[in-house]
Nanobody
Framework: QVHLVESGGGLVQAGGSLRLSCAAS????????MAWYRQPAGKQRELVAL???????NYADSVKGRFTISRDNAKNTVYLQMNSLKPEDTAVYYC??????WGQGTQVTVSS
């Protein structure tokens, strides 16, 4: 069993920054790809960013150049640095151990 606990969400003005963190329990973290998804109110969940165990990354077109995903395998933690935030980034953000586990989500609200 793996538990994922997100933190770092909150309210920020447009143009601001937030850093999300996701701490994972268990020993499989370092060998698995990790991802961040988000779900705006009333809309479907969408992939925001993914990082492989080797550190390769992929991003949704809507966040390229603004968001950065990273991981620290020694700390079993994955991060999402979000810069130049826009109101349309408002959503619940979920940390995912790909194919297996989801965190409980953290709310990010960007005011205009």
């Amino acid at each position: 069993q793996v538990h994922l606990v997100e933190s770092g969400g909150g309210l920020v003005q447009a143009g601001g920054s937030l850093r999300l963190s996701c701490a994972a329990s268990g020993s499989i973290f370092s060998s698995r790809p990790m991802a961040w998804y988000r779900q705006p109110a009333g809309k479907q969940r969408e992939l925001v960013a993914l990082i492989t165990s080797g550190g390769s990354t992929n991003y949704a077109d809507s966040v390229k150049g603004r968001f950065t995903i990273s991981r620290d395998n020694a700390k079993n933690t994955v991060y999402l640095q979000m810069n130049s935030l826009k109101p349309e980034d408002t959503a619940v953000y979920y940390c995912v151990l790909v194919g297996a586990y989801w965190g409980q989500g953290t709310q990010v609200t960007v005011s205009s």
